[in-house]
């Protein structure tokens, strides 16, 4: 593993008086896909809510590039160059597309816009309902919108909670795509159930139970031990 | 012996401190000041300021229902103590002679009146939102009092009613001396309004620690969880709300048999009374129903010896002017001093009082 | 059946039924009164829009109920009573361009200073109480407490007579309708008013983060914008139109008073629940309905004026309780 873009140091996190992250310790390099997979419950969501200050941590660090970022406004670590999709997508139903895109322009500046274009080009749907409600898009065209969303900025870190959850096989398949080429610009960290997708794009994982991390290792492996799969992750089995 | 609940052993640990508490028998205490009020100080001034803060002590209280227990704010709560303070006035003075029988009947018909209007109002705002229970409210109270002054056929507008109460409660029955005290039916009236109070009293608590009003808590600390465990948020709401507003009504009823007099002004006044109690529950204590106690002794014997403080103030102290200007602007201090206790002393008194005992036996 | 067409088509049988409420005072009011009436109703209406719609925005995109709206709103008017007392010979002037100028000048002062009573407002005191409904409204129930209190300690506890722009007394003559000068003027100022509003809401980058905030807060911080910086923005916007309403409606009714808030506030919650909180259009159609239904039952009915708003809330609330228009708009 190269240099570490995210370093998550034994993080607690209460939602109300439920103790979700109990402990979570991982690491993200800068050269790879980290998928964090376990049960419903597990805190995955809340773990990534978390390093993007949305849930605060009662207790341990979050380095972002050595920088502590656990005391951080959203919005501060947002434009520290943190993406985020969350897992209902938080696509603004009631704006267009295009002021979608606008919301989420932090800076109106050359590279912005070349980026924009860059970004387009891999949604053609968005260009095409460029002028639409976004509330009017299909569930697979609010995912691309909410990933171009996240990604029109000059983030180095991408997190995206489920995006696969209630979307067709068919488009799922191009999702894979789409992280496969975004991993190109940024660090990515997925958090997903549907393993099939977890295993083509991911490189790392981390298995989460309980709010703390069970097991960790490169997904190559992991595709191959069944005996980890059926233990930790019971519905790759059943749902496939 | 069989493992107990951690509820069950709640409950055995509540009991036995019950008659340990010092509270016990400062409550005992209370009371007892309360009984012993026309005696010790038979003066006008002193009799109604006790009773004023026992009714307003109850009417608290049963605004607390809901805005403590249940979380809902109602701005429509003067208006349902002066549906029950009308519907007296309205038996017993414009429309019925003083007999017991419709002193009984204005009760009745107070709480009927009350409870269903409270429903529909329940109904009409809890469909939407909670929070639009205090803007419905404020809006139909207005109404209320639009529709006291207007109709003044009906309602004797602005005037108001005169009422004089029944038998040995009216001013002018005197049933000779008692421990050098005149025992007029004043006398007898203060005693009737205190044991009602202490009942109405009575009865919030015993409904706050109910399995009901457990419930009623558990939605006010978190809906959505409430909701999820199968419980109807919106009827349980409405319940509240509804036994509040009775109560409401019925401490208006008492509130018209003690003053003789109602009009829209004291009686509806959504500014006049909705201030006031809720400055009353917020010194109290919210969702402790006896802060009401503290709440309405402080407002209104400050209300009460205001012009006595500033002279002694003036005589006593005449350089300290920052005292003058606090005597001088209490209303601004009231509304200071409620924005500082819901912001640090969310319990008010009592409930702030009762977390200090409750860390300093620990 | 009914309901997919209430969904469907509901904002637009709403307009038609109010478009036909509306007509339906013809029959007991002569149609050159109904003319004034119905200017009257809608200046009044355009009055209570800049009330209600600040109150709209701030819950849309806040989710708080101020309650200390109203007394914002008597806070404009005093801050403009003072600054047409101190100008009062340009009040008195015969001067179109005079009168004018004084009453912009008391918008604008009576604006900025609001304003700036709202930024307080919000950061000392709105700020520790979000996401908690029922402390908000206790919160600033306090606030109108004190902010209606030091009304009296600055000027005085009683009533003090507003006076009116020497060119803006009067009335027009259009035809035997007879047309009150300022209140053509205030209808013009709630429409410039929310021609200005929905141009920020619609066309700037900040009016479009404002409308995304309204829908998902959590997901405009995520992206990286300070939300309470917007808020903090917002509010001091909805104080400031609260004050313009104050300076406008204080013309209008010819005098100033410490509660004045209340009654107002009191007509921008049925406005709004009328309306939809959290839109600005909900707004200004709930305030016209307010407004001209006043006027025509006050003509008709005279004491079931106030009332009137009260039925129609109740209506709309059992009709559609989210109010004719859906937050955001």
């Known amino acids: ?136 898009l299909s569930g697979g065209q609010k995912q691309m919108l909410a990933i171009a969303r996240a990604i029109v900025n000059d983030t180095s870190l991408l997190l995206i909670d489920e995006p696969s959850k209630g979307l067709a096989p068919i488009i799922v398949e191009s999702l894979i795509e789409v992280i496969n080429r975004i991993k190109d610009h940024s660090v990515v960290i997925l958090v997903e159930q549907n393993f099939s997708m977890a295993s083509s794009v991911g490189d790392n994982f981390y298995i989460l139970d309980d709010g703390i991390v069970v097991h960790s290792g490169i997904m190559a492996e992991l595709v191959h031990d069944e005996e980890l799969k059926s233990n930790y992750l019971g519905i790759s089995k059943v749902g496939g | 012996m069989a493992e107990k609940t951690p509820v069950q052993l709640f409950h055995l640990e509540d009991k036995r401190k ?263 529950c917020i010194i109290g204590g919210m969702g402790t129903l006896y802060g009401g106690i503290v709440g309405a002794a402080f407002y209104l014997i400050t209300e009460t010896f205001l012009p006595d403080l500033q002279h002694l103030a003036r005589d006593f102290f005449p350089n300290a002017l920052f005292l003058h200007n606090v005597l001088e602007r209490w209303s601004l201090v009231l509304g200071v001093l409620f924005i500082l206790i819901v912001i640090f002393f969310p319990k008010g008194v009592i409930g702030s009082v009762r977390d200090y005992l409750a860390r300093g036996s620990r | 059946m009914a309901e997919i067409i209430l969904r469907r088509w ?105 304003a700036i009573l709202g930024i307080i407002l919000e950061r000392v005191i709105v700020r520790r109480v979000y996401g908690n409904h029922l402390f908000q409204i206790l919160i600033t129930f306090g606030a109108t407490i004190v902010l209606v209190e030091l009304i009296s300690v600055f000027w005085g506890p009683n009533d003090e007579v507003m006076t009116v722009p020497f060119t803006f007394r009067g009335n027009w003559d259009v035809m035997d309708v007879i047309v009150d000068r300022y209140r053509v003027i205030c209808i013009v100022i709630g429409l410039l008013v929310y021609s200005v509003i929905k141009l920020i809401l619609k066309k700037t980058k900040i009016g479009t983060i404002v409308r995304a905030g309204v829908e998902n807060r959590e997901m405009v911080q995520a992206m990286g914008h300070n939300i309470f910086l917007l808020f903090t923005g917002v509010f001091a916007v909805g104080a400031g139109l609260a004050a313009l309403g104050g300076v406008a409606m204080s013309v209008f009714s010819l005098q100033v008073y410490p509660h004045m808030g209340s009654t107002y506030l009191l007509f921008a919650f049925i406005i709004v629940i009328i309306g939809g909180l959290g839109s600005v259009t909900g707004s200004l159609v709930g305030a016209l309905i307010v407004g001209l239904s006043y006027n025509y039952v006050a003509y008709l009915v005279p004491w079931a004026a106030a009332g009137s708003n009260v039925i129609i809330m109740i209506v709309i609330l059992l009709v559609r309780p989210t109010g004719l228009f859906p937050s955001g708009e």
Request: proline share 2%; hydrophobic share 55%; charged share 15%.
């Open chain 1, 1 to 136: 593993m190269s240099e570490t873009v995210l370093k998550v140091e034994g993080v607690h996190t209460f939602i109300g008086q439920h103790h979700i992250l109990q402990g979570i310790s991982f690491e993200v390099g800068a050269d790879a896909v980290t998928v964090l997979i376990g049960r419903n419950g597990a805190g995955k969501s809340t773990a990534i809510k978390t390093v993007m200050g949305l849930l605060p941590p009662s207790e341990g660090r979050i380095l972002f590039r050595g920088k502590e970022i656990q005391r951080r406004k959203p919005y501060e670590i947002a434009r520290m160059g943190i993406g985020f999709v969350p897992e209902d997508m938080g696509v603004f139903s009631g704006l267009t597309v295009e002021e979608n895109m606008r919301v989420a322009m932090l800076i109106e500046d050359e590279a912005t816009y070349q980026r924009l274009d860059r970004t387009l080009e891999m949604f053609a749907d968005l260009r095409k309902f460029w002028k639409a409600k976004a509330g009017n």
């Open chain 2, 18 to 280: 019950r008659y340990r508490r010092s509270d016990f028998y400062l409550r005992i205490g209370v009371l007892g000041l309360l009984f012993l009020i026309p005696f010790l100080f038979p003066s006008y001034k002193t009799v109604d300021l006790a009773m004023k803060i026992v009714i307003y002590a109850v009417l608290v209280a049963s605004f607390d229902i809901m805005l403590g227990y249940t979380g809902i704010l109602s701005f429509g709560h003067g208006m349902f103590f002066g549906i029950g303070a009308y519907s007296v006035a309205f038996l017993i003075g414009k429309y019925g002679d003083p007999s017991y029988f419709n002193l009984m009947l204005g009760m009745a018909i107070a709480l009927l009146a009350a409870a269903a209007l409270a429903v529909i109002i329940s109904f009409l705002s809890l469909r939407v939102k909670a929070i639009f229970f205090a803007m419905i409210t404020l809006a139909i109270a207005e109404l209320a009092i639009v529709l006291a002054t207007k109709l003044s056929g009906f309602t004797g507008g602005e005037d108001g009613i005169s009422l004089s109460m029944p038998g040995i409660f009216a001013v002018s029955f005197s049933a000779g001396e008692f421990l050098g005290i005149e025992i007029t039916g004043r006398v007898f009236t203060y005693y009737l309004i205190l044991l009602s109070c202490l009942g109405l009293f009575i009865v919030m608590l015993r409904f706050t620690h109910s399995p009901l009003g457990r419930v009623l808590q558990a939605i006010r600390d978190n809906e959505q969880r409430a909701e999820a465990l199968g419980y109807k948020t919106f009827i349980f709401q409405g319940i509240s709300i509804t036994f509040g507003c009775v109560m409401a009504a019925l401490v208006g009823g008492l509130y018209a048999m003690w003053v003789g007099y109602v009009n829209p002004e004291s009686c509806l006044g959504v500014f006049e009374i909705m201030l006031a109690v809720l400055l009353m």
């Open chain 3, 10 to 114: 509901g904002g637009e049988l709403a307009i038609a039924g109010a478009i036909a409420l509306f007509l339906l005072p013809l029959l007991g009011i002569p149609g050159k009164t109904y003319l004034t009436l119905t200017i009257a109703g809608l200046a009044m209406g355009m009055l209570l829009f800049l009330v209600a719609s600040g109150l709209s925005i701030i819950f849309g995109l806040m989710d708080v109920l101020n309650f200390a709206h109203g007394s914002l709103f008597a806070w404009g008017a005093y801050v403009g009573f003072t600054v047409f007392n101190l100008m009062m010979d340009w009040v008195e002037a015969d001067s179109v361009l005079m009168n004018l100028g004084v009453f912009a000048i008391a918008i604008v002062i009576a604006m900025i200073a609001v």
